[in-house]
């Protein structure tokens, strides 16, 4: 069965500091992945996403991901937090060849920033 | 460009009270849509989910119900609230079985 496994459920990082978010995945093949993220009484916005080719992908807000195979892995960064990034984040699978393409979430990991 | 709107946005419902919670997508045909439900510190659970037209597949059982009326329009239901069924609901869209897009929630709460 899949799961996604997001290690840290609280991270708290200092404004301007680099930032890691971990996310694990059991599949047996790669599957597509996603982080999301939520702010507080809001819905999920899309921050990037990684279906195949280059395993370093862009998103918005100036996060970045990147998919390591042998790892089983897609974690979250960005080299300088700002305040506004302070929310949770979600990672999240989807099984390729699904004509659904139910997404299976991590717990998700809350990110405070200090100022 | 496609836009999906929920509401109410909160609601606060007596046990026992029925319950109806309406999710729109525009700017898409034919979308796949989902309902969500996250609990605190339980992360997002599916609901329901429809590839069409009167086509609801539930995830879980429980006394929530989903209807599709129309081909952008996703309704969650419930004929007598719980305590439980407190939460904030998510409704999402997919133009394909790969990105999901989701909506501003709706926050219920059941006194």
């Known amino acids: 069965a899949q799961s996604v496994t997001q290690p840290d459920i609280h991270i708290t990082v200092s404004e301007g500091a680099s930032l890691e978010l971990r996310c694990n995945y059991s599949?047996?093949?790669?599957?597509?992945l996603f982080w999301y993220v939520q702010s507080p009484g809001q819905g999920l916005q899309l921050l990037l996403k990684?279906?195949?080719?280059?395993?370093l992908v862009q998103g918005i807000k100036g996060f970045e991901a990147e998919f390591k195979r042998s790892q089983s892995s897609f974690n979250l960064r960005k080299p300088s937090v700002h305040w506004s990034d302070a929310a949770e984040y979600f990672c999240?699978?989807?099984?390729?060849?699904?004509?659904?393409?139910?997404?299976?979430f991590g717990r998700g990991t809350q990110l405070t920033v200090w100022p | 460009s496609q836009t999906i709107h929920q509401w109410p946005a909160t609601l606060v419902q007596p046990v026992g009270s029925p319950l109806s919670l309406e999710c729109t997508v525009e700017?898409?045909?034919?979308?796949?849509l989902y309902w969500y439900r996250q609990a605190a510190g339980r992360g997002l659970q599916l609901l329901f989910y429809s590839v069409g037209i009167g086509q609801i597949s539930s995830e879980v059982p429980q006394n929530l119900s989903a209807s599709r009326p129309q081909d952008r329009q996703f309704i969650l239901s419930s004929k007598k609230l719980l305590l439980s069924d407190s939460g904030f609901y998510l409704c999402?869209?997919?133009?394909?079985?790969?990105?999901?897009?989701f909506g501003p929630g709706t926050r219920l709460l059941v006194l």
């Open positions: 999240a699978v989807a099984y390729r060849g699904s004509t659904l393409g139910r997404l299976y």
């Open positions: 599949y047996g093949a790669t599957p597509y």
């Open positions: 999402a869209w997919s133009a394909s079985a790969e990105t999901q897009y």
């Open positions: 700017g898409t045909s034919n979308p796949n």
């Open positions: 990684y279906f195949s080719g280059d395993t």
